[in-house]
Nanobody, 127 residues
Framework: QVQLVESGGGLVQAGGSLRLSCAAS????????MGWFRQAPGKEREFVAA????????YYADSMKGRFTISRDNAENAVYLQMNSLRPEDTAVYRC????????????????????WGQGTQVTVSS
């Protein structure tokens, strides 16, 4: 089993920054990639970014490049999402996920390629 717990969400003004954390525990050795997704009410789930536990390969949604940065701390079994220049349209529940796949035909953009999910943390950006 793998457990994922997000933290760091909250209320921030437009143009501000926020850093989300995802702590992984359990059989983390069975996973190879960690990702971030978001979902706003009435909208479909959207891929944000992903990172491998090993190596330096990063994956980003095109709309997030330049504003969001994903990183990891292997010693702490944690991944982070630094969000800058936040906009009201960034308001959503952000969830981290873990994938056991060594290879992805979608560059880990598809939610069905992930095996474990956190409960999510709310990010609200005010105008």
């Amino acid at each position: 089993q793998v457990q994922l717990v997000e933290s760091g969400g909250g209320l921030v003004q437009a143009g501000g920054s926020l850093r989300l954390s995802c702590a992984a525990s359990g059989r983390t050795f069975s996973t190879s990639v960690m990702g971030w997704f978001r979902q706003a009410p009435g909208k479909e789930r959207e891929f944000v970014a992903a990172i491998r536990w090993s190596g330096s390969r990063l994956y980003y949604a095109d709309s997030m490049k330049g504003r969001f940065t994903i990183s990891r701390d292997n010693a702490e079994n944690a991944v982070y999402l630094q969000m800058n220049s936040l906009r009201p349209e960034d308001t959503a529940v952000y969830r981290c996920a873990a994938s056991g796949r060594l290879y992805s035909s979608t560059s880990y953009r598809a939610s069905d390629e992930y095996d474990y999910w956190g409960q999510g943390t709310q990010v609200t950006v005010s105008s």
